[in-house]
């Protein structure tokens, strides 16, 4: 495998919707951080028109993917990225933290998306923050760090570090099989 290193944070907002930069602005700010691949995953209810364009219009040398943060109602709304590879989909159940559920409610909401969609990972983190509860949830899918930056604030909280080749599809493979390092501040 022609693997190299890379950091990465898969959860991220701009002006497309509720954050604060632009595309343009958040992937400058992630690759003055040393990030290699940045996912923008802006709020399905919250999308501007052209938003593909203005992510396609971002010039930088880390790899960008394209996403949604769906909200999707399971006995109350929930969130779930799904972010596009070349071929490849990853969904991601996000921040379980968040939620103002036990651990118990949790298991009971993912059980319910695992019917709605193939769920590959789940987002331990709360704003990029450790959470140890959610941490240790006995869940079969890889737990996965992000900063789920709306602002220049949260940037670079949580990331993930993966040993991959540097293509869209190789990163999500790696995520599905949870081969990758949580990483904090």
Known sequence: MDGMLMKGCLHTHTTCSDGKMSPREVARAYEYLGYDFIAFTDHDYLLKPFYRDMYDEVETDMIIFTGVELTVFVKGYIHVNRIEG?????????????????PAQVLERLAELERMFPIDAVEITSKGFRDETFENLPIRYPKIASDDAHGSVGI??????????????SIIRAVKRGEFWNCYI
């Open 86 to 102: 070349t071929s490849e989909l990853l969904h991601i159940f996000n921040h379980i933290g968040e939620y103002d559920l036990s």
């Open 156 to 169: 670079g909280r949580g990331w993930i570090e993966l040993d991959t080749a540097r293509d869209k599809d």
